[in-house]
């Protein structure tokens, strides 16, 4: 599976004294072959997450619309991102925060976007994206199945949401 490829992964670079340099150095021998490269990884302080990070020009904070969820993910991100800018790329930048199961019924999303837009703005010098991925059934679905959401159902809400977030990316 891939959680145990990823696992074991962590455990080779935290083996290796060059770890945040591993994704940064594979990456060199493909980058000319494609016109974005995007790495996924999870909210975590560990070698996986820094070495991404090392590897990376710019960084989306994907969060969910929850006060704990985004309090949590803004201070450790913010201690994660600052430590690689400040020792390995200085060059990384924060594009933006992505609100992930957003639920746009809920009222409390809607304050918790609002407060998003400020620690945005006032800590990392960035934006919230106007594109919100929906809470949909289809996502932890199609992880079941092994597919990406494109191939599991490419007209659902969550599909159309990324589709609308690479147009919002792209058009800057």
Do not use: H, W
Not at 99 to 109: D, L, P, Q
Not at 123 to 133: D, L
């Amino acid at each position: 599976s891939s959680s145990a490829a990823l696992n074991e992964f962590q455990m080779i670079l935290a083996a290796k004294a060059s770890a945040p340099f591993v994704i940064r150095k594979l990456l060199e021998q493909i980058k000319d072959k494609y016109d974005y490269i995007i790495i996924d990884c999870p909210p975590a302080k560990n070698q996986l997450t820094v070495a991404a990070l090392v590897a990376a020009d710019k960084v989306i904070i994907p969060t969910e619309p929850e006060y704990f969820a985004a309090d949590g993910v803004t201070l450790m991100l913010s201690d994660i991102i600052q430590d690689v800018k400040d020792n390995y790329n200085p060059n990384l930048k924060v594009e933006g925060f992505l609100i992930v199961k957003y639920k746009s019924r809920f009222k409390e999303n809607l304050y918790i976007v609002e407060l998003l837009e400020t620690i945005a703005r006032e800590i990392f010098n960035t934006k919230v994206f106007e594109t919100k991925i929906r809470d949909t059934v289809a996502i932890p679905t199609s992880q079941r199945e092994g597919k990406n959401i494109f191939e599991f159902d490419r007209n659902c809400n969550a599909s159309q949401d990324y589709l609308r977030l690479i147009r919002e990316m792209t058009a800057a």
